[in-house]
Every structure is written in C-alpha cells, then in structure tokens.
C-alpha cells in the first residue's frame, strides 16, 4: 500500500496544476458497482455532482436489466477543476475507488458491466489518463497488472433508484461490506481531499 501511495503522488506531481477557472468539467470514470464509485467521489473537495449511469453502449440499451450490452456501470463526475483536477480523480480512482487489477468484476460483482475503464471526455483527458496509466505500470504500483482501459463511448443517468443509493441507503448490506470502507479509506488516504 506504501508503495502504491508514493506512486500515486509520483504521478500527481507529474501533472499539471490545475487551472483557476470558474468552469466545470466532467469526467466519466467506470470501477464496478456505481453505488460506491458514487460514494467515494461525493465526498471529494471540488466534486459538483456525481451521477450513476452506464458508459459505453448505446442509449436503447442504457438500463440495469440490459447487462451484456456493452455498458460499464460508471460515474459521471462534474468537478471545479480550480479545485480539484483531472488527474487528483484519477489518484482517488486507482487509489481508493475500485481495484484495477480486477478484470470484469470488482469484488462481489461479476462480468463485463463492472469492468475498469476510464472514457475521457476531451483529447487532454486521454493523454492524462494514458500516462497515469503508464507510470503506475512502470512503478509496478500493483501486484497484479493493471486492468484498467481507456474507452471510447457516451454516458446514459442510470434509473432514479440508484442515484444517491449509498447516501439514502447508508445502512443496505451492499454499501456497509463494499462501499463504506472504500469511503473511509478516501478520508484516511487522502484528507486535504476529503468533504463530509
């Protein structure tokens, strides 16, 4: 875990800082069950909204009960970059959000659906993640290899019932053995990030 944290701030520092904008950008960002993905970035210092939907795919298809249709359960993340960049996401995204090691699952989840993959919206995006990617792959970050792609595709809101499901569901048996720890660890990992 050390050696995963110094790698992680290796790859920080690398990056550039963030610009003092009054815009907002999105990211799109998929790590298996997009209730704790919704979780973790929630509770990040910067982080406008969150929204729970499938990457990938097309729209026709956007649904829970659609699984094999190509989705990824992600996350919509819309962020003050002035506040918190792109690549302080994907810190918190390999860090403590999902294991990228996984390949098509992540924990009690299984199948392509809860696959690791990352969509950039924007050429600078590709770029950031490309390289984080690399360095955490020369770094040897991980005991197993890095599963984590880099995709192409929109992004469809899931059904209302799960948006917010963690927040309005805090006691659900998924997100106390799932979903809870990946939160408690963003704020013991990371806490000039972390907002109650």
Same mark, same amino acid.
């Given at each position: 875990?050390?050696? %995963?944290? %110094?790698? %992680? ?113 924007? &050429? ?20 197993? &290899? ?46 000039? %990030?972390?907002?109650?």
């Amino acid at each position: 875990m050390k050696r %995963l944290m %110094l790698a %992680l701030a290796a790859a920080l520092i690398a990056a550039p800082a963030p610009a003092a904008s009054p815009r907002t950008e999105t990211a799109v960002l998929a790590g298996g069950c997009f209730w704790g993905m919704e979780a973790v970035f929630e509770h990040v210092k910067g982080v406008k909204d969150v929204v729970s939907g499938y990457a990938g795919g097309s729209a026709k298809d956007a649904r829970y009960e659609a699984a094999g249709s190509g989705h990824a359960e992600a996350v919509r993340i819309t962020y003050d970059p002035a506040q918190v960049s792109y690549t302080r996401l994907l810190q918190v995204y390999f860090g403590v959000a999902h294991d990228p090691t996984q390949v098509n699952r992540q924990g009690p989840d299984v199948g392509p659906s809860y696959r690791s993959a990352i969509f950039p919206q924007n &050429p600078a995006q590709a770029r950031i993640a490309r390289e984080f990617i690399a360095r955490l792959t020369a770094n040897h970050s991980y005991k197993r &290899p890095n599963a984590t792609k880099i995709e192409r595709g929109g992004f469809y809101p899931a059904e209302a019932y799960h948006q917010d499901f963690a927040r309005r569901h805090p006691f659900h048996p998924y997100i106390v053995a799932h979903d809870r720890p990946k939160v408690a660890r963003l704020k013991a990992a990371y806490p000039a %990030l972390w907002r109650a």
